[in-house]
């Protein structure tokens, strides 16, 4: 399958919110409800932020997320200087397969 | 609390092999699916394989069908992947990751995998 469709870079101020997107086709983002997220910080593993519709337990209420046909996205308010990262969206592609997004380096100015 | 150790990267010259391996804790091991999951240096996140609680069905991406084999051993705890036939493009930090109802939910710190001569 083909990667997932992200913005190469976002950026905010602190307080502000910022919205990335993530598109697929009707194979993966449009055809099953299992569109998660992803944060990761330099040298660190991703960690999920984001998953359906529910964050994961400790994870800030400023991150939400929705999907909308082939698209999904994650909006992050409040922006804060520790949102700072690579953000990666990824979704169920059917035949117990996944597929990522290229990535998002958030900046927060 | 879920953890999960990857070991086993290393260098090893292209055509060589490799065996990585995850031991995890915090959860009842045969209750879950499990993945690998891989990211070249300074690129994005790839779905490497699939295997089932039981060990019984497993998946790969096209990249490294053929080549690559997921296994696991539920009475070890232990998730394994053996690489073969090497490529300088199979560089990568690999990451075990738990499958949660069809989500990647919780990954391993990873280890490195680094193919050249």
């Known amino acids: 399958q083909s990667a997932l469709t992200q913005p190469r870079s976002v950026s905010g101020s602190p307080g502000q919110s910022v919205t990335i997107s993530c598109t697929g086709t009707?194979?993966?983002?449009?055809?099953?409800?299992?569109v998660s997220w992803y944060q990761q910080h330099p040298g660190k593993a991703p960690k999920m932020i984001y998953a359906?519709?529910e964050r994961p337990s400790g994870v800030p209420d400023r991150f939400s997320g929705s999907k909308s046909g082939n698209t999904a996205s994650l909006t992050i308010s409040g922006l804060q200087a520790e949102d700072e990262a690579d953000y990666y969206c990824?979704?169920?592609?059917?035949?117990?397969?996944?597929?990522f997004g290229g990535g998002t380096r958030l900046t927060v100015l | 609390e879920v953890q999960l150790v990857e070991s086993g990267g290393n260098l090893e010259q292209p055509g060589g092999s490799l065996r990585l391996s995850c031991v995890v804790s915090?959860?009842?091991?045969?209750?879950?699916?499990m993945n690998w999951v891989r990211q070249a240096p300074g690129k994005g996140l790839e779905w490497v394989s699939f295997?089932?609680?039981?060990?019984?069905?497993?998946y790969y991406a096209d990249s490294v069908k053929g080549r690559f084999t997921i296994s696991r051993d539920n009475a070890k705890n232990s998730l394994y992947l053996q690489m073969n036939s090497l490529r300088g493009e199979d560089t990568a930090v690999y990451y075990c990751?738990?499958?949660?109802?069809?989500?990647?939910?919780?990954w391993g710190q990873g280890t490195l995998v680094t193919v050249s001569s």
């Open positions: 990824c979704s169920y592609a059917g035949s117990y397969s996944w597929v």
């Open positions: 990751v738990r499958d949660y109802q069809w989500l990647l939910s919780d």
């Open positions: 009707s194979s993966d983002v449009g055809g099953y409800n299992y």
């Open positions: 359906v519709t």
């Open positions: 295997i089932n609680g039981r060990g019984n069905t497993m």
């Open positions: 915090g959860f009842t091991f045969i209750t879950y699916s």
